[in-house]
């Protein structure tokens, strides 16, 4: 089945600093994928969609300028949270079809990030 | 805007039957997924209807009715690592972004 690599899984990083996420599809091409953010108990929400060799597409509320997405391969999508801060801290989860446009989301096993 | 409704929280004995319910309000319509995700872990897929009607997957069961905007998800069978939170999510159109509802956690006790 299609495989959706996440790293890294945990992160601690200081307020200011930056953090870079990766997305790797493992057996299959990704033309695009999510990227969703959930706090604790609560549901995902889509903060942006990556296209490969495009600027992504954020959702409503979503600071792109903060939340720096890079698609630069078929297999490989970035989030990098810049200037981070404590209410950043989530847990971050990207995704990507395996198949054809019905074909079910994928995921990642997700990043804590936590800015202290 | 578009909204899933599903419930919160649902408890049930081993063995026992569970449904959960999942109302949606969307502007367009493709499918309807659920997701299963245990604490910490990502979400997995467990099931998709694009058409009206049961799809059985083992012990998971998934009904659509697009004219009620209605669907649900039955676990049977229960066993405790069935304890999780399982979300409804909607497409809006083929290979769109999900947007998913706010899960319903179920917690399976002996």
């Known amino acids: 089945g299609a495989v959706v690599s996440q790293h890294p899984s945990r992160v601690i990083c200081k307020s200011g600093t930056s953090v870079k996420i990766e997305c790797r599809s493992l057996d299959f091409q990704a033309t695009t994928m999510f990227w969703y953010r959930q706090f604790p108990k609560q549901s995902l929400m889509l903060m942006a969609t990556s296209n490969e060799g495009s600027k992504a597409t954020y959702e409503q509320g979503v600071e792109k300028d903060k939340f720096l997405i890079n698609h630069a391969s078929l297999t490989l999508s970035t989030l990098t949270v810049t200037s981070a801060h404590p209410e950043d801290s989530s847990f971050y989860i990207c995704s990507a079809r395996g198949g054809p446009s019905d074909s079910p989301l994928h995921f990642g096993n997700g990043t804590r990030l936590t800015v202290t | ?58 012990r998971f069961s998934s009904f659509l009715s697009r004219s009620d905007s209605y669907g649900y998800l039955l676990l049977q069978e229960l066993q405790m690592k069935d304890s999780a939170s399982y979300f409804c999510a909607v497409a809006r159109t083929a290979g769109n972004k999900l947007t998913f509802g706010g899960g319903t956690r179920v917690l399976v006790k002996p």
């Open chain 2, 1 to 58: 805007g578009q909204s899933l409704e599903q419930p919160s929280e649902v408890t049930a004995v081993e063995g026992a039957i569970v449904q959960i319910n999942c109302t949606y309000q969307t502007s367009g319509f493709y499918g309807l997924s659920w997701y299963q995700q245990h604490d910490g872990g990502a979400p997995t897929f467990l099931s998709y209807n694009a058409l009206d009607g049961l799809e059985e997957t083992g």
